[in-house]
């Protein structure tokens, strides 16, 4: 299955029925903790991940890595920041966002912070999931160490490349090695969970419904 189709596939699938695939199929949690939500819209997202660390400096630096992978990645990348929790500042903003949409990205998800939210809600309605929101820069207080590395984020390891699924609920992101078994079981939790809503409605009872299906 190619990357377009699994980007499809997921789009059209509950975020909360591919967070039960991949505990299923990889044997542990792809969720991302609850405290990194949407801070501009509520849209879906779908997209690899492209990944960038972030640690604490006293230099005044730029944000060397995520400035480049801005440029460099495919449309409809994800940029994954992390900082480890390490530093509690904003990764990104308004400049940020321009080039992102510039480059057609999907969204930004950041273990760390945001800034300029009124700017990017009015100006690019560009989807970004945060730990925080902070109008502090990084510049003297952080900086990018690696890009194209593992991150954790939330909890969660992300790797260059896995599928990054996100919406109001929260982000889930998808092993690339089992994201096409993963979208395979999501997408077949979706048609259980629609005929076990159908019967509850029908029957007028959620025991019936969880008899029959025994799911929650």
């Known amino acids: 299955m ?6 499809a596939g997921f789009r ?3 975020i909360a029925s591919v ?3 991949v505990d ?3 044997g542990r949690p792809g969720f991302l903790n609850h405290q ?6 509520e849209h879906k997202i779908v997209g690899p991940a492209v990944t960038v660390l972030e640690g604490p400096t006293d230099e005044e630096l730029p944000p060397q890595h995520a400035l480049d992978m801005i440029d460099a990645s495919d449309p409809g990348s994800v940029i994954v920041i992390s900082t480890n929790q390490s530093v509690d500042v904003a990764v990104w903003g308004g400049l940020m966002t321009a080039g992102a949409v510039a480059n057609k ?5 950041l273990d760390a912070g945001v800034r300029d939210i009124v700017e990017i809600r009015r100006d690019y309605d560009f989807p970004v999931y945060s730990r925080t929101v902070c109008p502090g820069t990084t510049v003297g207080h952080a900086k990018t160490l690696a890009a194209n590395v593992e991150v954790d984020m939330g909890g969660v390891i992300v790797h260059p490349g896995d599928i990054m699924v996100g ?6 992101c998808v092993p690339r090695a089992h994201a096409e078994e993963v979208l395979k079981m999501a997408q077949e ?4 969970e629609a005929e076990q809503a159908k019967l509850i409605i029908e029957s007028g009872s959620l025991k019936e419904g969880l008899a029959k299906y025994g799911r929650i």
């Open 36 to 41: 990194i939500r949407p801070r501009i819209n």
């Open 105 to 109: 990205h999907e969204a930004a998800v």
């Open 12 to 14: 059209g699938t509950a």
């Open 2 to 7: 190619t990357l377009a189709d699994l980007i």
């Open 167 to 172: 919406d109001i609920d929260g982000i889930v």
């Open 24 to 26: 299923k199929v990889a």
């Open 19 to 21: 967070a039960d695939a």
């Open 189 to 192: 939790i979706d048609e259980r």
